[in-house]
């Protein structure tokens, strides 16, 4: 709005100025000759004028056959005393001179004067145009937090599901700042920082906006990123104004979201220290320090990587209160799924049970993203409700992407996809460690020809060995079955062999898997810091034990191949029985699979 005002100002401007120059270029009026004004007196001497108007210095001149000239003389000189000089007599009969009165109108003296008021405009705009920048420099230390009071955001804790420690955790913080003396009656402190941590999309962020919708006092939100300018000390003086405003206006509450933004560990990281980040966080631990028992102002920090902050934020007096958001369990992520469906026209019965355990590892922002993609294919099919099928497909679609039917396979094509994926599900059924099959399909989806998805029968925190080697052993039954059914395998399966490779990896060198090796811890335990601490940290082990580690693995993945080759074998007519029932129908349930396979269902899940 003010952005198009300017630029409207600007052309005005500019058009104008244009205009000016165009109508001084143009000459005005008839073109008449111009003489000399030592011609003029010759001519007037020779008698050859009949007249002549002053205007000014102007001369217009009519001789006496009607020509008309124009001339110029010198502002001092009075044309009379030139004409007399030159002995000419001026009256009637001979040269008349008349004196007309000087400036020729209005408009031209307008004119002349424009073109000075349109500089004087422009330098008047680019002053206050500059001014502006000044204030804007001035401001530039200034925190941008927003206090959210008045108009306080309408999420509540009931839009956080499935994170009731966490939300306990901080319904205590706004507790201790609506009655303090409660707590320091018997000498307790308060706690002055409070750091939100878990995955991303956990709702850190969201639990936190849920806070200032439930605390009584003040709220001021900032994210780490907004200390960080392009000019040093800018942050720190954004943190001072931040703090001077929440004490003014205690009981407060501070949020710095994505606090690893400043808060990294300091003298971390290519190239040493940044100056600039390492200020502010200075400054931040300086302010919390400021603290004083009666200062009644509570920060809260989340960010997603905890173990790059600097030690020095994390200690005791600083964000010594961890409140941990974690991937939602089975439990969570049907409570989740509820809030985000809340309003929203589903159809009697839904089974979000089942979504929930369809969609384990999913956070809470991914389960927002699923109960929308649903609501969206629903429409999109023109239905009213809100369908479980719509949650099917939206679930194929967020872990692999839209299915491509218009993708054209050939026949051979489609039947070796539909051995490989028939394999997967012929092991995964077949060994009773590894979960049951919910659904196998052929439907080409982003990059994957197919894909054969397992339901967990529960939400695990612990895994065995032996469900590490089912899986194993299924993620090789893709390409066993190409083997034994083409006697030749495809490159289909080099997705499989990642996931697996690297599961075995993490076998033998985290979890101590491997007897070989024995019990020990082969990895640092920490997530690299990007560009890091850990780039160019030396192995914590010789090379002879990476050659038995890549031989453990190896071994591993042999046994786990083996394993799929054995049962893809032994059951041949099954599996050449799934793979054309595949072939026809392109999608087959964990129920119908059961059935066709005729293995115990004891562990058979309700699939829809
Ligand atoms: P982050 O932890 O990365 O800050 P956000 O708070 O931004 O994650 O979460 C992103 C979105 O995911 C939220 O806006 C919300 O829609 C959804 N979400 C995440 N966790 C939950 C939860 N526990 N309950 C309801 N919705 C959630
Ligand atoms: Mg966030
Ligand atoms: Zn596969």
Partial sequence: MKKSRISRIRWMLIGGSMLILLLMIIPRGQSVRELEISQVLEMAEAGQLDTIEVTGDKLAVTTVDGNQFKSRKEPSVSILELLQSRGVTVGPGTVEVEIKQDGGGFLPAVLSFLPLILIGALVFYMMRRSQGGISQALNIGKSRARAIGENKPSVTFDDVAGADEAKQELVEIVEFLNNPTKFTRLGAKIP??????????????????????????????????????????????????????????????????????????????????????????????????????????????????????????????????????????????????????????????????????????????????????????????????????????????VIAGPARRSRKTSEREREVVAYHEAGHALVAATLPQADPVHKVTIVSRGASGGHTRLLPTEDRGLWTKGQFEAMLAVMMGGQAAEQEVFGDVTTGASNDLQNATNLARRMVTEYGMSEELGPQSFSSGQSETFLGRELGSARRYSDAIAAKIDAEVGKLLTTARATAGRIISENCERLAGVARKLVSDETIQGADLQKMLQLPSEDAPVAA
């Fill in 192 to 397: 002055r920082g409070v750091l939100l941590t878990g995955p991303p999309g956990t709702g850190k962020t969201l639990i936190s906006r849920a806070v200032a919708g439930e605390a009584g006092v003040p709220f001021f939100s900032t994210s780490g990123s907004e200390f960080v300018e392009m000019f040093v000390g800018v942050g720190a003086s954004r943190v001072r104004d931040l703090f001077n405003k929440a004490k003014e206006n205690a009981p407060a509450l501070i949020f710095i979201d994505e606090i690893d933004a400043v808060g990294r560990h300091r003298g971390a990281g290519i190239g040493g220290g940044n100056d600039e980040r390492e200020q502010t966080l200075n400054q931040i631990l300086v302010e919390m320090d400021g603290f004083d028992e009666r200062t009644n102002v509570i920060v809260i920090a989340a960010t997603n990587r905890p173990d790059i902050l600097d030690p020095a934020l994390v200690r005791p007096g600083r964000f010594d209160r961890h409140v941990t958001l974690d991937s939602p369990d089975v439990r969570g992520r049907e409570a989740i799924l509820r809030v985000h469906l809340g309003g929203m026209p589903v159809v009697d019965g839904l089974d979000l049970g089942t979504v929930a355990r369809e969609t384990p590892g999913f956070s809470g922002a991914d389960l927002a993203n699923l109960v929308n993609e649903a609501a969206i294919l629903a429409a999109r099919a023109d239905k009213h409700e809100i369908e479980f099928d719509d949650f099917e497909e939206a679930i194929d679609r």
